[in-house]
C-alpha cells in the first residue's frame, strides 16, 4: 500500500472539542499513499471538523495525526511543512476576489515555495489547461461560473504539488450541471494517483473512484470498508438508515 | 462547457406590447404635483402654505446673497488684493514660479494617472444639461431678486434682508444674460432630445477641458476690484503674473494628457502605474522639500566620506544593511545562515559595550540588552535547523536592537536609519525568495534608506528663500500639506492599529482598543495643543522640531484612529473563509495579511477613507486656533488687521464670507466625487 | 447511540515542541515582549519628560489645583474662581451646559430638516438639501467665526434701550425672555420627579391591563395625564414637598456623626458586591449541562477586569477618603474628604426644602438694569447668553443638525420600502403605520450614527476656545499658560473627555440595546 514504508495520513484517537461540545470523539483511521476515501455521514458529524483538523485549520485536543510521517503539534515547523503537503478545497470556493485567476494559482508558489514569477505562471497555466480552463486566466473570480471557480481553486491547490489533497463538499455549492465538470477533474487527479480524502454527498462518485468509504455519526467512524461492501452490504443499523435515507 | 444557446430567436422585440403613453407632463402639472400635492384639501392647503414659507425663506436667502455680495460697502478688493497672501502666504515674489511648479507636476501626474487607470467617466447630456438649466435659472433668479427687494416696497413681501444692493446693473446684465443663455440652450436642447438625451454622453475629461478654457477664457478678460487710494476701488485685469502661469499650465496638464495617451501605446499600462506610484509617492517630499523650500545643500559635507557624513551613512546603511537584508530573504542557506548569527551575536555581544565609547551618554541599558541579543542569536544560530525560522527570529532580534537604538544619543538621522532598519528587518523573511525578489528588496532598501537620509538632510538644510513668516509654508498651501500629510501618516499607524484591533492576541487588542478609544474621545483641538506644546516634552533632550512636524504628528496620532476604525470595518467585512483559504495554502500570517487580507479591506472601505480624508482637510482649519497662518487665520485675523498700504480694517464679516465659500466649494466637490465614487462601486445601495 | 459526553481534556501527551517553535509559546511571547517592551517605551517617554520638566525649572506637579487662579473667566457659574479646580470646574459645566442644549437643539432641527428633505414638496425638499449641503461642507471652526463676527456687528446698546424688552441682540450678547427659577423650584423638582415615577407605574399598569384584557386603554395618554396633573397641580400644592426639609436633616445629622469608617466599609462591600455579582453571573451564562464552557481570551478579559476593578473600588473606598494625597488634590481640608461631602450636601437640601409658598419658577423678560450696559449674564430677569456662547451653540447646532438631518433622512428612507406596503396591506391607518412600524424601526437604525453625532458635537464644543468660550480647555489653557503645566492639564482634559464619552456613548448602548431587545 506504501510506496516508502509509511502511511500517508494516520489519525488516531483524535478528540475535539468546540467549547463543551464535542465534535470528535476518538477517530482512528489511516490513508495509504495514493489512496482515495470518500467521507459521507448526516450533518453535524464531524466530517468537515476531522479533515479541517488534518491540515490545522481546526486543533485538535487529543490523539495523534501525522502526515507523511510529520506530527502535527504545536511545532511551528510541522505546521508549516504539514501545510505545504496539504492542498484544500472548499465548499465555497475561498478564491481572492482582488486577485486575477493566474494571479489566485501563482500567489503560493511565489511566496511560500519561492518560486520565480515565471516558472509559476508556466506551472500555472498547466495547470488551468488540466482542469479545463486555460483561456480564464486573467479573468476574476468573480466573473466566472461556479464550477469554473471551483477548478480553479483546485488548480490553486494542486500548484503548491501537494501530496495529499482534501475537499470539502467540493461540489454541494453548485447547479448540477457544473458539478460534473468539477467531478471529473477529481477523478482525473485521483486516477494520476493523488492521495485524497473527499467528504461528498456525490454517491456515484464514491462508488466509481473510492477505494474506502468512510462513514461518520456523532464524531466517530461508525463503519468504513470498499465501495461495494459498503453501498451494498452495510453492517450497522445507522450506515443502513443514512443509505436508505440518500439513495 | 461553452454550451450557451447558440441562436437568437427574432421577432421577440416586434411582438412586446407598447409601453401606455407616459402620464400627461407639463408646469401646471408639475406644479400640482410638488408643489400643491395632496389627497384632501387640507392636505393640498397645508402643502400650499408650505411652498409658500419655503419660497420665502428661498427668496431672503437669494436675496441676501445678492445684496450682501454686491452691496458697496464690502470691500471685495480685500479678497483680490491678498490672493497671493492667501494661497501662500509670504512666499518671496522672485520664487513664486516654485508654487506654480508645484502645482504643474500635480496636474502632470493627474493627466497621467487619468490615462494610465483608464479613468474615463462620461456624463450624460441630460444630467449635463439640466444641471445647465437649473443652474441659469439660479442665476438669472439671483439678478431678479434684485427687483424683489424693490417690489417688497409696495407689495407685502416679507423680506429681512440689509439694504438694497448698489448700482450694479451693467454685472447684472451680464450675469442675466449669461444665465438666460444657459438656460436657453439647455432648454432647447432637452425639448429636442426628450428622453434621447439619457442615452448620449459626452467624456468627463473633455467637459473639463472645456472649464479649464473657460476658465482661461475669463482670467485674461475679466476685470476684479483693486484698491485704489485707502477706501475706494477700482476695477483692474488680473495680473498677467497669474494669468500667464495658469495659462501655462492648463496647456501642459492637456498636453501630460495626450502624452499619456502616446505612452500608453509603447508602454504597458501595469509599468505606468507602477512608476506613476512611485513617482507620486516621490513628488510629495519633493515639492514640500525641495522644490518649495529652496533647501542650502553644502555638497562638501553631504558627499564628504566619514562615518557620519550623510554619504557615508548611506553607503554603510545601504551596503550593510542591504547585505543582512539580502541574506534574511534568502531561501536556502543553513549553514551560512547559521556561521552569520554567530557572527552577529558575537559583535552584538563585543560591540554592545564598546558603543559607549562612540557615544558620550549611553543609557545603561544598551550594554546589556546587545550582550542579550547577541546570546540570543548565537543560541538561535546553533540550535534551530530551519533558515526560515533562523531569518525570522534574527530579523526580529534585529528590529528589537534596532528600536532601542532610538533611546541611545546619536545623530538623529542614524536613529530614523535603524528603525527603518527594523521593519524592513522583520518583513524580510516572509517576503523574501527567488533571487529576483531579493534583489528587489535590496532596492527598495537602498531607495528607502536614500529617501530617508535625503529627507533628513534635506530637513536640516536652511532655506534660501527670504520671507517674513516663521515657515516657508502658509496660507492654502500649509493647510493642503496638513491635509495630506495627516491622512498619509496616519495610513501606515491605523492599518496597524486596525490588525492589532482585530487579532486573536488579547494584549495587542487591549492595548489597540485603549489607543482608539482614548484618542478618538479627546478632541482634535487638544491634540494639536499636545503637540504643538507637548510633544518636544516627550523626546529626548536636545531634539525639537518645526511647529508644523509637530502638528503634522498630532494630526497623524488623531486620524489614526479613525482610519483604524475605518479599515477594522473592512477587515470584518471579509469572510473567513479567506484567512483560511490562506493558510490552507500554507502562507504565513504575515503573508495572508499582507496579500489577501488587506488589500481587500482596504478596497472595502475606500469609501469611508475618501470620507475620512475630507473629514480632516476641514479640520485643517484648526490649526489657526494655535497661531499656524492657514488660509482661515490669514483670511480672518491677518487681512482684516491690515491698514497700510490699504485699509482692510472691518472686513472681517466678508473674509469670513468668502473663506466658507472657498472651503464649501473644495469640500463640495470632494464629496461629490467621492459619492459619483462610490456609486459606481456598487456600495451606496442598501 | 449517543456516547456519554466526555470532559474535556487538554492531552499532554502529544509531543512538545521546542519553545522557540511552539506556536502557543510564539503567540504568548510576542504579547508578553511587547507589552514590557511598550512599558518600557512608556517609562522611557515619562522620564524624559520629566527630566525635560526638571531642566526648564517647572516641575510636574498638581498645585494649581489649589493655588488661586487670579483671572476672571469669561463666563460660568463662578466667574471668579478661587482655585484652579474651581476654575475647570467651570469650564466643564460650561462645556455640559454647551453640549446638552445643543444636542437638544440639533435633533430637533436635525429631524425636521431630515423629514422636509423627504417631503413630496419641491421646494421644501431643495430648501432642506441646500441647508445640508451648505452646512456640512464648511468646516465648523469657520461657522463660529461667522456667527461671531455676525453678533460683534450687531451694534451697541444705546441710550434709548432701557427697561424689559422683549429681546436685546447687541453685540455684547443676546438677551431673550426666560423661565427663572424662583424660591419654590426645589420643591417642585422633588413632585416632578415624583410624577414622572407615578406617571411611569400608571403607564406600565395600563399596559398590563391592555394585555390581559385586550382593549385598548390609551396607555400613552393615562401617562401623560397623571404627569400633567403632576405638573400643574403641584405648582399649587408643591410646600407640601417641605417635608423633605426633615428627612435631609435628618440624612445630614447622620452622615455627620455616623464613623466615616461605617460609609467606608459599605461602599467597598457594595463594590465587591457588584463584581462578585458580575462575575457570577457571567459565569452562569455560560455554565452549560457538561460543565463550564471554554471560556475565551475576551471572557477571561472580562472576568478579571472586573475583578481588578472590584478590587480598586474597594481598596479606593477603604483607603481613598483617609488618604493625604486625595484630600490634597482636592484642596480641601481633611474633614471634608472624609465624609465624602455627604454632610454639607445634605444640609444643603436641608435649607432649601422648607414650606414656603414661593412659585417654582417665573417667566421674566431681560431688563437694562444700568442704561447702555447689558444686562448681566447671571441677571434674575430674562436669560443673558455672552457673544461667545451664541457663536458655539449656533454654530454646532447649525453644523451638527445638518449631519443629523441626513441620518433622519436615512434612517426613514431604509424603513420605507415594503414596510410601508406590509403595513398598509395590514390594513393599519397612516397616523398608526407611522407610529408602530416606521418611526420604532426608523429610530432603532438612526440611533447608533445619531450617537456618534452627539460624540462629535460634545468634542466639537472645545472648539469654543476661538472666541474665548470658557469651557475647560480654555479654562485649562489659561491654567498652563500661567503655570506652565501644559502636561497635567492635558492629562485633565484627557480624563473629562474620556468621561464624557463615556457617559454618552454608555447612555446610547443603553438605549440601542433596549431597542434590540424590543425586536425579538
Ligand atoms: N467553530 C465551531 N464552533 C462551535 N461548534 C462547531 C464549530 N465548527 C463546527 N462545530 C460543530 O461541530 C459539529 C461538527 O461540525 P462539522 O462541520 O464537522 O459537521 P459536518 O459533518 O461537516 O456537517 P455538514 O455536512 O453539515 O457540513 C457540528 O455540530 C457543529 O455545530
Ligand atoms: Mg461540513
Redesign the pocket.
Known amino acids: 500500500m506504501s510506496d516508502n514504508g509509511h502511511p500517508m495520513i494516520v489519525v488516531e484517537g483524535v478528540k475535539k472539542w468546540?467549547?463543551d461540545?464535542q465534535?470528535l470523539r476518538g477517530v482512528t483511521t489511516t490513508v495509504g499513499q495514493r489512496d482515495v476515501v470518500v467521507v459521507i455521514?448526516p450533518?453535524?458529524?464531524?466530517?468537515?471538523?476531522l479533515i479541517r483538523c488534518i491540515n490545522r485549520l481546526e486543533v485538535h485536543q487529543e490523539g495523534r495525526i501525522a502526515v507523511d510521517g510529520i506530527e502535527l503539534t504545536n511545532d511551528l515547523r510541522n505546521i508549516d511543512a504539514i501545510r505545504r503537503e496539504v492542498g484544500m478545497v472548499f465548499q465555497s470556493f475561498n478564491l481572492f476576489p482582488h486577485l486575477t485567476v493566474l494571479e489566485n494559482i501563482t500567489l503560493a508558489p511565489i511566496w511560500v515555495r519561492k518560486q520565480t514569477r515565471t516558472e509559476s505562471e508556466e506551472n500555472g497555466m498547466q495547470l488551468l489547461e488540466r482542469v479545463g480552463i486555460p483561456e480564464q486566466a486573467d479573468k476574476y473570480p468573480g466573473q466566472l461560473s461556479g464550477g469554473q471557480q471551483q477548478r480553479v481553486a483546485i488548480a490553486r491547490s494542486l500548484a503548491m504539488s501537494p501530496k495529499v489533497m482534501l475537499f470539502d463538499?467540493p461540489t454541494s455549492a453548485l447547479d448540477p450541471e457544473m458539478i460534473k465538470e468539477v467531478l471529473d477533474v477529481m477523478k482525473e487527479l485521483a486516477l494520476s494517483g493523488m492521495t485524497m480524502i473527499v467528504?461528498t454527498h456525490e454517491m456515484g462518485f464514491a462508488r466509481e473512484v473510492a477505494d474506502r468509504v468512510l462513514f461518520m455519526d456523532y464524531g466517530t467512524i461508525v463503519e468504513e470498508g470498499t465501495p461495494e461492501h459498503f453501498f451494498t452490504n452495510p453492517q450497522h443499523d445507522r450506515t443502513k438508515l443514512f443509505l436508505s435515507q440518500i439513495l | 462547457m461553452t454550451d450557451q444557446p447558440q441562436g437568437i430567436v427574432h421577432g421577440v422585440i416586434e411582438e412586446l406590447e407598447k409601453a401606455p403613453d407616459p402620464p400627461p407632463s407639463g408646469p401646471w402639472i408639475w406644479v400640482q404635483e410638488n408643489l400643491l400635492g395632496g389627497d384632501t384639501r387640507l392636505t393640498k392647503f397645508f402643502n400650499g402654505l408650505l411652498t409658500v414659507v419655503f419660497a420665502l425663506i428661498a427668496v431672503n436667502i437669494l436675496q441676501f446673497l445678492t445684496s450682501y455680495i454686491f452691496n458697496p460697502e464690502r470691500r471685495w478688493s480685500a479678497v483680490t488684493f491678498n490672493m497671493k497672501l492667501m494661497m501662500v502666504q509670504a512666499f518671496p515674489q522672485a520664487d513664486l514660479f516654485r508654487i506654480w511648479l508645484s502645482i504643474g507636476i500635480f496636474f502632470v501626474l493627474v493627466a497621467l494617472s487619468l490615462v494610465a487607470w483608464g479613468l474615463r467617466g462620461q456624463m450624460s447630456l441630460w444630467t449635463l444639461s439640466r444641471g445647465l438649466r437649473n443652474a441659469g435659472v439660479f442665476l438669472m433668479l439671483m439678478t431678479v431678486m434684485h427687483g424683489a427687494f424693490e417690489a417688497s416696497k409696495i407689495l407685502p413681501i416679507p423680506l429681512f434682508s440689509i439694504d438694497s444692493p448698489a448700482d450694479w446693473s451693467g454685472t447684472r446684465l451680464l450675469i442675466f444674460v449669461i444665465g438666460l443663455a444657459m438656460f436657453a440652450g439647455a432648454f432647447m436642447y432637452l425639448r429636442r432630445e426628450g428622453i434621447a438625451a439619457k442615452d448620449k454622453s459626452i467624456p468627463f475629461l473633455s467637459l473639463i477641458a472645456v472649464g479649464m478654457g473657460l476658465v482661461t477664457l475669463v482670467i485674461w478678460t475679466i476685470d476684479l476690484p483693486i484698491p485704489d487710494g485707502q477706501f475706494d476701488e477700482t476695477l483692474g485685469p488680473i495680473a498677467t503674473s497669474t494669468t500667464g502661469p495658469w495659462t501655462i499650465l492648463f496647456a501642459v496638464a492637456i498636453a501630460a494628457y495626450f502624452f499619456g495617451r502616446w505612452l500608453i501605446g509603447i508602454v504597458e499600462p501595469a509599468r505606468l502605474r507602477r512608476w506613476l506610484v512611485i513617482l507620486w509617492l516621490f513628488s510629495y517630499p519633493v515639492i514640500i522639500m525641495v522644490i518649495q523650500r529652496k533647501p542650502i545643500l553644502e555638497w562638501g559635507d553631504i558627499l564628504a566620506i566619514s562615518k557620519d557624513s550623510p554619504l557615508g551613512l548611506f553607503l554603510l546603511f545601504s551596503v550593510i544593511g542591504g547585505a543582512v537584508i539580502w541574506w534574511l530573504a534568502l531561501p536556502d542557506s543553513l549553514p551560512v545562515g547559521r556561521g552569520i548569527a554567530v557572527a552577529i551575536g558575537a559583535l552584538l555581544i563585543l560591540a554592545g559595550w564598546p558603543l559607549e565609547f562612540f557615544f558620550d551618554e549611553m543609557p545603561a541599558l544598551v550594554g546589556p540588552i546587545a550582550t542579550l541579543a547577541g546570546v540570543a542569536l548565537i543560541a538561535g544560530g546553533l540550535m534551530i535547523h530551519d533558515r526560515v525560522e533562523i531569518a525570522r527570529i534574527i530579523g526580529s532580534v534585529l528590529a528589537i536592537v534596532a528600536l532601542l537604538v532610538w533611546f541611545v544619543p546619536m545623530p538623529f538621522l542614524v536613529r530614523g536609519l535603524f528603525i527603518t532598519f527594523a521593519f524592513v528587518a522583520v518583513a524580510a523573511p516572509s517576503f523574501g525568495g527567488t533571487a529576483q525578489t531579493r534583489n528587489n528588496m535590496v532596492a527598495v532598501w537602498v531607495a528607502i534608506v536614500f529617501l530617508v537620509v535625503a529627507t533628513f538632510v534635506l530637513g536640516e538644510a536652511e532655506t534660501a528663500l527670504e520671507f517674513q513668516s516663521t515657515t516657508f509654508l502658509g496660507g492654502f498651501n500649509l493647510s493642503i500639506l496638513l491635509a495630506i500629510s495627516g491622512v498619509a501618516l496616519s495610513f501606515p499607524l491605523g492599518v496597524v492599529l486596525a490588525l492589532a484591533r482585530t487579532s486573536s492576541m488579547p494584549i495587542f487588542r487591549l492595548l489597540a482598543t485603549a489607543y482608539i478609544e482614548i484618542v478618538r474621545s479627546v478632541p482634535l483641538i487638544t491634540w494639536l495643543f499636545f503637540g504643538s506644546v507637548m510633544i518636544s516634552l516627550f523626546l529626548p533632550g536636545g531634539i525639537s522640531f518645526d511647529e508644523i512636524v509637530r502638528v503634522v504628528a498630532a494630526v497623524s496620532i488623531f486620524n489614526a484612529a479613525y482610519v483604524a476604525e475605518n479599515i477594522r470595518g473592512g477587515l470584518q467585512s471579509i469572510n473567513k473563509g479567506q484567512y483560511e483559504a490562506g493558510s490552507a495554502m500554507g502562507l504565513s500570517t504575515v503573508q495572508s495579511t499582507a496579500l489577501i487580507i488587506m488589500p481587500q479591506a482596504i478596497r472595502a472601505v475606500l469609501p469611508a477613507l475618501v470620507g475620512s480624508v475630507i473629514v480632516s482637510f476641514k479640520d485643517t482649519s484648526l490649526v489657526a486656533i494655535i497661531g499656524l497662518a492657514d488660509v482661515l487665520l490669514i483670511a480672518k485675523s491677518f487681512v482684516p488687521g491690515q491698514t497700510n498700504p490699504h485699509n482692510f480694517l472691518g472686513t472681517q464679516p466678508q473674509m469670513l464670507f468668502f473663506i466658507a465659500i472657498f472651503y464649501w466649494m473644495f469640500t463640495f466637490t470632494f464629496s461629490r466625487m467621492a459619492l459619483r465614487y462610490e456609486k459606481s462601486l456598487g456600495l451606496g445601495e442598501r | 447511540m449517543v456516547t456519554p459526553l466526555e470532559p474535556r481534556t487538554d492531552s499532554g501527551e502529544q509531543a512538545k515542541p521546542p519553545f522557540w517553535r511552539n506556536v502557543t509559546v510564539l503567540k504568548w511571547g510576542a504579547q508578553i515582549g511587547f507589552l514590557v517592551f511598550f512599558v518600557w517605551l512608556f517609562y522611557i517617554l515619562i522620564s524624559e519628560a520629566a527630566s525635560n520638566l526638571k531642566q526648564t525649572g517647572i516641575p510636574f506637579s498638581w498645585d494649581f489645583l489649589g493655588d488661586p487662579l487670579g483671572v476672571k473667566l469669561g463666563e460660568g457659574f463662578n466667574t471668579d474662581p478661587e482655585s484652579g479646580l474651581e476654575a475647570l470646574a467651570v469650564g466643564m459645566v460650561n462645556m455640559v451646559r454647551i453640549t446638552i442644549s445643543g444636542i437638544v437643539a440639533a435633533t430637533i432641527l436635525g429631524t425636521i430638516i431630515g423629514i422636509a428633505r423627504l417631503s413630496s414638496n419641491w421646494i421644501v425638499s431643495k430648501v432642506a438639501n441646500a441647508y445640508i449641503e451648505f452646512f456640512r461642507n464648511i468646516p465648523l471652526l469657520v461657522q463660529i467665526y461667522f456667527w461671531q463676527a455676525l453678533v460683534f456687528g450687531l451694534g451697541e446698546l444705546t441710550a434709548d434701550d432701557t427697561g424689559s424688552g422683549m429681546y436685546f441682540a447687541t453685540s455684547k450678547g443676546v438677551a431673550i425672555p426666560w423661565l427663572n427659577p424662583r424660591a419654590g423650584r426645589w420643591q417642585y423638582i422633588a413632585l416632578l420627579l415624583l410624577g414622572g415615577w407615578v406617571a411611569r407605574r400608571v403607564y406600565k399598569w395600563r399596559i398590563k391591563i391592555l394585555e390581559e384584557k385586550g382593549m385598548e386603554t390609551h396607555a400613552m395618554a393615562w401617562g401623560l395625564g397623571t404627569f400633567a396633573t403632576f405638573m400643574f397641580g403641584g405648582w399649587l400644592i408643591h410646600p407640601i414637598m417641605g417635608v423633605l426639609g426633615y428627612l435631609w436633616s435628618a440624612l445630614a445629622w447622620i452622615s455627620g456623626n455616623v464613623p466615616v469608617f461605617f460609609f467606608q466599609v459599605a461602599l467597598a462591600a457594595v463594590a465587591a458586591w457588584l463584581a462578585y455579582r458580575f462575575i457570577k453571573n457571567f459565569l452562569d451564562e455560560r455554565r452549560t449541562p457538561a460543565g463550564l464552557a471554554k471560556l475565551t481570551d475576551d471572557d477571561y478579559f472580562r472576568l478579571i477586569v472586573a475583578g481588578l476593578l472590584g478590587l480598586a473600588g474597594v481598596a479606593f473606598f477603604l483607603l481613598g477618603p483617609g488618604n493625604s494625597v486625595v484630600s490634597q488634590m482636592l484642596g480641601r481640608s481633611k474633614t471634608f474628604a472624609m465624609n465624602w461631602g455627604l454632610e454639607p450636601i445634605f444640609e444643603f437640601l436641608a435649607t432649601k426644602f422648607d414650606f414656603s409658598t414661593g412659585v417654582p419658577m417665573e417667566w421674566s423678560r431681560p431688563e437694562v438694569v444700568v442704561p447702555t450696559r447689558f444686562a448681566q449674564y447671571s441677571a434674575e430677569v430674562g436669560k443673558a447668553f455672552t457673544p461667545a456662547f451664541v457663536a458655539v451653540w449656533i454654530g454646532v447646532t447649525l453644523y451638527t443638525a445638518a449631519f443629523i438631518g441626513e441620518i433622519v433622512r436615512a434612517g426613514i428612507m431604509a424603513v420605507h420600502r415594503g414596510q410601508n406596503e406590509a403595513a398598509n396591506a395590514l390594513g393599519l391607518k397612516r397616523g398608526q403605520m407611522l407610529r408602530l412600524v416606521v418611526l420604532p424601526q426608523a429610530f432603532r437604525i438612526v440611533l447608533p450614527p445619531l450617537g456618534s453625532q452627539y460624540l462629535n458635537l460634545a468634542k466639537n464644543t472645545s472648539l469654543g476656545i476661538a472666541v474665548a468660550y470658557a469651557d475647560i480647555v480654555q479654562v485649562g489653557q489659561t491654567i498652563y499658560n500661567q503655570g506652565g503645566q501644559a502636561l497635567a492639564v492635558f492629562i485633565i482634559w484627557m480624563g473629562f473627555y474620556s468621561g464624557v464619552s463615556l457617559l454618552l456613548s454608555g447612555v446610547v448602548n443603553y438605549y440601542n440595546r433596549k431597542m434590540q431587545l424590543v425586536e425579538r
Do not use: I
Not at chain 1, 43 to 49: A, E, L, N, Q
Open positions: 468546540f467549547g461540545f465534535a455521514g450533518s453535524g458529524s464531524g466530517k468537515s471538523t463538499e467528504v
